[in-house]
Each structure stands twice: as structure tokens, then as C-alpha cells.
T-cell receptor, first 115, second 111 residues
Framework: GAVVSQHPSWVICKSGTSVKIECRSL??????MFWYRQFPKQSLMLMAT?????????EQGVEKDKFLINHASLTLSTLTVTSAHPEDSSFYIC???????????FGQGTRLTVV | GNSVTQMEGPVTLSEEAFLTINCTYT??????LFWYVQYPGEGLQLLLK?????DKGSNKGFEATYRKETTSFHLEKGSVQVSDSAVYFC??????????FGSGTKLNVKP
């Protein structure tokens, strides 16, 4: 069945460095993907909508220059956390709707720790 | 606007106890409702869903009924197991695009 694959599943990086997280749709094309963030003991909050071939749409309060989203193909969206700081440490997860919007598939998530 | 409210946890139960996790929602239209489960260190897994009023979603002994009159989608299970220990999220969506999640309820089941 259709799957969304997210990589890496966890990453530790130093403050000031950038980290790229990939979200791939397997066996189906996703013109739209969604990126969520989950802080410890809190719920998942939508960060941005990734649109293939156009700019991402960011939710209020999310810094677009810090969280760079690229959706260069119909099967891949990337989220780059630039100049990461410890407060960016979180669980990031992507999702994609199926063709015809009959289902949603979530990636496995990426746990980012900035030290 | 759209929002989901679910009971705060953690919920601690003994094995074979009855489980209820309350979930209510506010919606501007007619969303589909979901329960997702997150096991430690893992991503989200769909547990069950209901797409219209009065529908009952069920899976692995869990069930929830879409109640439009009370705007609720409470999760129930008659007899929990230790393996059910996880965080449970109630959520709604229109067209399976943007999801609105509740705050999550951690369930601890003791042997």
C-alpha cells in the first residue's frame, strides 16, 4: 500500500548547523505535503503546507526563513532547519494525502535534538 | 474555527480495565474524525476513523462513534492490555489535508 517515508528518524546536531529532513511518498504522487511539529508533552501543530512547484504556505508564527521547505518533485518534500538552536529540538512529522484525498499517510517522524 | 479537545492524561489503568478517552471537537463544516496512536519513539498510526455522523470506527477492540449532536468522538475499549500503553490523539480533517489534533492523552496500562 501507499506509504510515506521520512528520513532520518532521529538526528543530533550542534547549535548553528542546518539539518535536512526528507519526506517521500512511495508508490504515489503527492502534490501537497504537510509538515507538523510536536514539542514535548504537546500536540502536533501544523507548521507549513508544502506545494510541489511553488512556495510553501506557512502557519502563523512559523519562521519561513528558518524552516525552509522545498517540494521539487511529486514524491519528495524536504524541510531544512537552518541555524538550529536547542529550542528547535522537537519531533517533526510529515503527511501526504492520497490521490483523490481519500486517505492521509504520515511519515515515521524525525526526532531532532540540537545540542 | 476548527479545534479538538481531549482529556488530559496520563490515564493509568490496570490490565483488563475499561478505557474511555474523551474527545470533543469544534468544526466549521463536516469533518472526518480520527484516532491516532503513537507508541514510544514511533510516528503516528491510524487507529480508527469515522467520516460522517453516527458512523462507528473500530479496530483492535477500540471503538468510537461520531456524535454530531454532542460534537464528540470518545474512544473506548472494553479490556485494555499492557501493549495498549501509548499516546492517543484525536483529530479532525476535511479532505485528508490539514489535520487538527488534540493535545494527546498518554495511557499507561499496568499488569
Amino acid at each position: 500500500g501507499a506509504v510515506v517515508s521520512q528520513h532520518p528518524s532521529w538526528v543530533i546536531c550542534k547549535s548553528g548547523t542546518s539539518v535536512k529532513i526528507e519526506c517521500r511518498s512511495l508508490d504515489f504522487q503527492a502534490t501537497t505535503m504537510f509538515w507538523y511539529r510536536q514539542f514535548p508533552k504537546q500536540s502536533l501543530m501544523l507548521m507549513a503546507t508544502s506545494n510541489e512547484g511553488s512556495k510553501a504556505t506557512y502557519e502563523q508564527g512559523v519562521e519561513k526563513d528558518k524552516f525552509l521547505i522545498n517540494h521539487a518533485s511529486l514524491t519528495l518534500s524536504t524541510l531544512t532547519v537552518t541555524s538550529a538552536h536547542p529550542e528547535d529540538s522537537s519531533f517533526y512529522i510529515c503527511s501526504a494525502p492520497s490521490k483523490g484525498n481519500t486517505e492521509a499517510f504520515f511519515g515515521q517522524g524525525t526526532r531532532l535534538t540540537v545540542v | 474555527g476548527n479545534s479538538v479537545t481531549q482529556m488530559e492524561g496520563p490515564v493509568t489503568l490496570s490490565e483488563e480495565a475499561f478505557l474511555t478517552i474523551n474527545c470533543t471537537y469544534t468544526a466549521t463544516g463536516y469533518p472526518s474524525l480520527f484516532w491516532y496512536v503513537q507508541y514510544p519513539g514511533e510516528g503516528l498510526q491510524l487507529l480508527l476513523k469515522a467520516t460522517k455522523a453516527d458512523d462507528k470506527g473500530s479496530n483492535k477492540g477500540f471503538e468510537a462513534t461520531y456524535r454530531k449532536e454532542t460534537t464528540s468522538f470518545h474512544l473506548e475499549k472494553g479490556s485494555v492490555q499492557v501493549s495498549d500503553s501509548a499516546v492517543y490523539f484525536c483529530a479532525l480533517t476535511y479532505n485528508f489535508n490539514k489535520f487538527y489534533f488534540g493535545s494527546g492523552t498518554k495511557l499507561n496500562v499496568k499488569p
